[in-house]
């Protein structure tokens, strides 16, 4: 069984900066890829930016292109979101996600395991 803690989450004005981190642990994790979501209050759960866990392939969405970095660490097991120029449109519960297989990469349904998530507030 895969667990999945993410980290860094908090309040930051506009235009800061914030750096989240995801440990995954488990004697199956071998992820095709691990990604984040996030949910803000009264809306669906949404795409934020994946990376393929061997190659490094990166995927965005396009409002957090240029501003959001996702990175990993495959000896920590651990995956990061670099998140500059915060707006406070960014404020939403981040999630952590890791998935099995290379379909719906960019679906919140294609993902096989979720962390608790951490709440990221961006005030104006």
């Known amino acids: 069984q895969v667990q999945l803690v993410e980290s860094g989450g908090g309040l930051v004005q506009a235009g800061g900066s914030l750096r989240l981190s995801c440990a995954a642990s488990g004697r199956t994790f071998s992820p095709y890829a691990m990604g984040w979501f996030r949910q803000a209050p009264g809306k669906e759960r949404e795409f934020v930016a994946t990376i393929t866990w061997s190659g490094g392939m990166t995927y965005y969405a396009d409002s957090v292109k240029g501003r959001f970095t996702i990175s990993r660490d495959n000896a920590e097991n651990t995956v990061y979101l670099q998140m500059n120029s915060l707006k406070p449109e960014d404020t939403a519960v981040y999630y952590c996600?890791?998935?099995?297989?290379?379909?719906?990469?960019?679906?919140?349904?294609?993902?096989?395991?979720w962390g608790q998530g951490t709440q990221v507030t961006v005030s104006s």
């Open positions: 996600a890791g998935k099995r297989t290379s379909f719906s990469i960019t679906r919140t349904q294609g993902y096989d395991y």
